[in-house]
């Protein structure tokens, strides 16, 4: 494991480890218009463009198809607000 991965993993870890996901929120692609849109679901699980957990200290963390490390891998982003409509 390189430098760089292991304070990825440590950042997982300091972001994820002890919180509760009180929401989650889908960001899908509509393939009949190439633009995006949100779509609530609770029925489904599915991840096309990526997926937004919101935590019980109110933190937002987007996770996300991501390359840093590996082709095809999930990376995570903290966004400072909700981007919905």
Same mark, same amino acid.
């Given at each position: 494991?390189? %430098? #760089? #991965? *292991? *304070? +990825? +993993?440590?950042? &997982?870890r300091a972001r994820f480890i002890g919180r509760k996901v009180i929401q989650v929120y889908y960001e899908e692609l509509n393939y009949d218009s190439d633009a995006e849109f949100w779509e609530y679901t609770s029925e489904i699980h599915s991840v096309d463009m990526n997926v937004i957990f919101q935590f019980d200290n109110n933190d937002l963390i987007q996770i996300k198809w991501d390359n840093e490390f +590996?082709? +095809? $891998? &999930? $990376? %995570? #982003?903290e966004l400072k607000k909700n981007r919905l409509p």
């Open positions: 494991m390189t %430098f #760089e #991965e *292991k *304070k +990825y +993993y440590d950042r &997982i +590996y082709c +095809y $891998g &999930i $990376g %995570f #982003e």
